[in-house]
């Protein structure tokens, strides 16, 4: 038995290979998880939640480049680097954006800045040389430092790919729980449906029913109404709205295999249901599963953009890329469309990638074509 199951693994693996949308739409999903594991490793902004303000620099192109005086606030934040990989790095400075070259007093005691504040708009001010080496513990060479924001930044001066990074961790993580949580449920009810039919069957089926009857979107507002809005509230809510089209494959798939000889002879020699079940009837259906996980995933992260567009979902600072549209939609009509348009190409590709990889598993999987 586990040595076919071994074989029919490697098959489907095997025609998984050859089919070269599903493979972009893999190699997609690993980019996605690198970037959602070593996030706050590889965005520019390292900060907690990417939430570093300067709002001199709001709404700023793509490739716009600041020049920064940097003012230690003398505490040392630091954290260990689990705690960095999951949480992000508190930072011990604030930046001040500079407009030309900085200069010193006669007598070399201050530092002689413009500080940037609007296009074609300065204020001078002076910082004590001294006060700024005791705070940071650097040279005067060091105060300063130039970022470039490879995406722009949103109308907070954050910067737009940092957020982005950061925002992957959001989608994957809510398409992942709800997933889970729409495959417990959808498994278990439409295993016991198919299995064992009537009234249990006539129940289930009922609540699928009503379930079903019920707009998706009005349903998840109604479980966000009750759970409240959050992280963690948004994984819930969007798992209970997924489980009843994979209850429905499920209970199909287990009333077509339940009738064959190897499930019979199973139950002639005593099989308990529950084994039968588990070992015998949900190994043999786990293609169409993931079949269907592959398209909820995609439609977790849709559902999970559209609240947090709607602010009923992911709350400020955390970045969700529909969170990110609803903060920069406004720009779409005026001078930099791309705050609003990256974050919805980020949306697209990944529900894309999810899309390509369900299609692909459908061929894989398909034994007529074996």
């Not at 098959?11 to 998984?16: A, E, G, S």
């Not at 570093?52 to 620099?57: A, C, H, N, S």
């Not at 680097?81 to 201050?110: A, C, E, K, M």
Request: charged residues 15%; glycine residues 10%; positive net charge.
């Amino acid at each position: 038995m586990a040595e076919s199951e071994h074989s029919i693994s490697r098959q489907t693996w095997k025609r998984l290979k050859k089919n070269k949308g599903a493979l972009f739409g893999l190699f997609l999903i690993g980019l996605s998880v690198i970037l959602a594991v070593f996030g706050y490793l590889i965005a520019p902004d390292h900060s907690p939640n990417a939430d570093l303000q300067t709002v001199e620099i709001q709404a700023k192109k793509p490739g716009y480049t600041q020049k920064f005086l940097r003012i230690y606030d003398g505490q040392q934040n630091k954290k260990n680097g689990f705690s960095w990989l999951l949480y992000g790095q508190p930072l011990n400075y604030h930046l001040i954006p500079v407009q030309g070259n900085p200069r010193y007093n006669p007598t070399g005691d201050s530092l002689l800045i413009d500080r940037y504040v609007d296009e074609g708009i300065s204020v001078r001010q002076a910082y004590s040389v001294i006060w700024l080496m005791n705070n940071s513990g650097k040279q005067p060479d060091d105060f300063f430092v130039t970022k470039k924001y490879w995406l722009g930044t949103d109308k907070f001066g954050r910067d737009i790919l940092s957020r982005l990074i950061i925002g992957t961790r959001v989608s994957l993580s809510v398409g992942l729980i709800a997933v889970l949580i729409s495959l417990f449920l959808g498994i278990l009810l439409g295993s016991l449906a198919g299995y064992f039919r009537g009234w249990i069957d006539e129940m289930i089926m009922w609540l699928v029913n009503v379930t079903w009857s019920i707009p998706t979107v009005l349903l998840v507002f109604a479980i966000t109404m009750a759970v409240g809005k959050g992280f963690w509230q948004i994984f819930i809510a969007v798992g209970l709205t997924m489980w009843v089209s994979v209850a429905r494959l499920v209970r199909g798939q287990v009333m077509a295999i339940k009738e064959l000889e190897y499930i019979q002879a199973a139950k002639a020699i005593g099989a308990t249901n529950k084994r039968i079940i588990l070992r015998h009837i949900l190994p043999n259906i786990s293609g169409p599963i993931l079949v269907i996980a592959a398209g909820n995933f995609a439609t977790a992260i849709m559902v999970e953009a559209g609240l947090s567009f709607l602010g009923i979902g992911i709350q400020p600072p955390q970045p969700s890329w529909g969170l990110m549209i609803k903060e920069n939609y406004n720009f779409i009509i005026t001078h930099n469309p791309m705050l609003a348009l990256i974050p919805g190409f980020a949306i697209m590709l990944l529900v894309l990638a999810f899309n390509l990889l369900g299609n692909g598993l459908r061929d894989a999987v398909d034994v007529k074509t074996i």
